[in-house]
């Protein structure tokens, strides 16, 4: 039979095929490339064998029998892709601080972005495709602005701890004061779990200072930045989980990370979890037990919608106690209230600050 080949007319046996007049040199196209999912060079010569038009139509079967008086172009054969897997992967949005301030609060403008990853079934190359970008979430940094109410939050890291806790919530109870316990969930248990549930019922709010204080991994018991961001998502989780074992209620989201390190990395890692990561106006540095009377002068420099940081564990806290016996009546005398956290931040919308 007559077939036309690349514009040339040829005599050839009734059964041929495409693959046939490649083996017998009648046409000789060059191989396409196999790539991997990136674009990367897998195979040379590995892609498409061919690139042919029959009568105006594409063919793709070599060894398909050609028809008679058919007119057939050949070209060289096309790059193919590797096959892929592909999977729905979602980003986090990107962190950006704005202000300065004792109040760390992410502003609810960002969103999750997401992409199709694609992982190579040859090279096991992944990439992803973005389908939409992540929306930045801004985290502001503001003090609380109460509107000249006078009202303070009384802060108190890294316990529960025995004796001290509950002293501190025996004169919190004597100034009708409420205050905020930043806890360790690995140290509520026995003993410390009743005080815990002690402090909740009495109004005090419950919040998590991390599960064991970034000792994980390599956070070197200060830092959540120094860990996996597992590891991060786990301090918070099981902080949460130790507060609601004895509390029985739902511990508030606002958190304080071990040694204040919130960094933009870690503030995108816990977004999920935490509301706002709280710090402080005022330190009153008594874990270095500067004597009761320093204690108490730092306290007392409270203005309204000041945080003052304090210590209920992490050692001996007497002159805390005795500053806290000496501080809270000069500050009711003044025409303070001593506020929870939640309380404090409820003051503001942290889009607004
Ligand atoms: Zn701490």
Redo the contacts with the bound molecule.
């Keep these: 039979m007559s077939l036309t080949v690349n514009g040339e007319t040829i005599q050839v046996p009734g059964d041929t095929t495409l693959d046939a007049l490649i083996e017998k040199g009648t046409v000789s196209p060059t191989p396409g490339n196999l790539l991997a999912v990136d674009g990367s060079l897998l195979q040379e010569g590995g892609g498409k064998r061919f690139t042919a038009v029959l009568n105006g139509e594409p063919w793709e079967d070599g060894a398909a029998r050609l028809p008679r008086d058919a007119a057939l172009s050949v070209t060289d054969g096309a790059d193919a892709t590797e096959d892929y897997a592909e999977e729905e992967v979602s980003a986090p949005p990107t962190i950006e601080f704005s202000g300065v301030g004792a109040i760390h609060a992410y502003a609810g403008s960002g969103a999750a972005g997401k992409a199709l990853r694609r992982t190579g079934a040859v090279s096991g190359l992944t990439v992803d495709e973005v389908v939409s970008e992540p929306v930045g979430e801004v985290v502001k940094k503001y003090n609380a602005d109460t509107g000249g109410d006078k009202v303070v939050a009384l802060t108190f ?2 316990g529960p701890w025995p004796d001290s806790t509950s002293a501190i919530l025996d004169i919190l109870a004597e100034n009708d004061a409420k205050a905020t316990f ?1 806890t ?1 969930g690995q140290q509520i248990s026995g003993g410390n779990a009743d005080v815990v549930k002690r402090a909740h019922d009495a109004g005090h709010q419950i919040s998590s ?1 991390s599960y064991d ?1 970034a000792s994980a991994g390599d956070g070197r018991g200060v830092d959540m930045g120094r860990q996996t961001p597992q590891e991060q998502v786990d301090e918070v989780l099981k902080g949460y989980e130790a507060i609601e074992a004895a509390t029985g209620a739902a511990a508030s989201h606002a958190f304080r990370t ?2 204040g390190n919130f960094s933009a990395e870690t503030a995108q890692i816990l977004q999920p979890h935490i509301t706002a990561e709280i710090g402080w106006n005022i330190d009153t540095e008594d874990w270095r037990r500067p004597g009761a009377q320093a204690i108490a002068d730092r306290i007392k420099q409270a203005k309204p919608g000041s945080i003052i940081l304090m ?1 209920d564990g ?1 050692g001996d806290r007497s002159q805390t106690v005795e500053a806290l016996r000496q501080a809270l009546p000069y500050l009711k005398e003044q025409g303070y209230r001593f506020v929870t956290i939640d309380e404090l931040l409820a003051y503001n919308d942290p889009a607004q600050m």
């Design positions: 890291d890294d930043f360790i200072h204080h071990p040694g210590h992490g």
